[in-house]
């Protein structure tokens, strides 16, 4: 009778998990710098009784379909004058969507949006398409590159800072010019979870945090998985 209770108990009830990962695309020269910070969170509903499976499956680097998918892309642009941020909702209804292989080309930083049809350009505030102009002399996106660049040959020089499960404590520094620095770091949070941070240091100001978000990697009350999902 015991093992039946537990057994019902485990098919009715289930367990919340909410895996979140980040990572960010700095892209700078001598005079400005553009992080692209991309944030995922994919959402797990396990039914109890297969909770173990589920744990072992990831520990064994398993991946299955999340039952939620929530993601943000956040753009920090930073010059001696300023900074400038802004927050995009990105639909992450299957794995790789959003904008990817940011690459400076011109003047303009051109990426690959499936929603947008391939090629876009970063305009400030958002993404939009390119032009048909811009499409043919770059190939679509035959010239873009997901590869890390070190002072390419229009001065532009690209890192890539992912942030997830399993990372040791890491920072990354990038020096703009004579201007200022860029500090991204990454270090242990809690039980598995990791801290991600951006901080921007000017030669005569204060050390000035310019991001932060905690990742968490693991349970989660059904309250804060509604809360992140946004469900009823």
């Known amino acids: 009778m015991t093992t039946l209770i537990l057994v019902t108990v485990g098919l009715l009830f289930n367990v919340y998990v909410d895996l979140e990962q980040s990572g960010a695309i700095a892209l700078w020269n001598n005079d400005e710098l553009h992080l692209f910070i991309g944030t995922s969170s994919l959402g797990h509903r396990v039914n109890l009784f297969r909770y173990p499976w589920f744990l072992l499956k990831n520990r064994l680097g398993g991946v299955e379909d999340?039952?939620?998918r929530q993601g943000w892309?956040?753009?920090i642009a930073v010059t001696a004058s300023g900074t400038q941020h802004h927050v995009l909702k990105v639909d992450y209804r299957e794995p790789g969507m959003g904008p990817d292989l940011y690459t400076?080309?011109?003047?303009?930083?051109y990426a690959n949006d499936p929603e947008l049809g391939g090629l876009c350009r970063w305009a400030g505030d958002h993404f939009e398409?390119?032009?048909a102009e811009e499409r043919q002399r770059l190939d679509g996106i035959?010239?873009?590159t997901g590869k890390d660049i070190d002072h390419s040959e229009n001065g532009w020089s690209k890192h890539s800072f992912a942030v997830g499960p399993g990372d040791i404590d890491d920072t990354?520094?990038?020096?703009?010019?004579?201007k200022f620095r860029i500090l991204l770091s990454d270090i242990?949070?809690?039980i598995g979870g990791r801290s991600f941070s951006i901080d921007l240091v000017r030669p005569g100001h204060p050390r000035e945090r310019l991001w932060t978000r905690d990742l968490h990697w693991g349970m989660v009350s059904k309250a804060q998985y509604k809360h992140v999902f946004h469900r009823e």
Do not use: Q, R
């Not at 400076?104 to 930083?109: A, E, T």
């Not at 990354?172 to 004579?178: A, D, L, Q």
């Open 66 to 68: 999340a039952d939620d």
């Open 129 to 131: 398409p390119a032009t």
């Open 104 to 109: 400076p080309i011109d003047g303009s930083i």
């Open 172 to 178: 990354f520094t990038i020096e703009v010019g004579n």
């Open 188 to 190: 242990a949070s809690g």
């Open 73 to 75: 892309l956040e753009i």
């Open 142 to 144: 035959e010239h873009l």
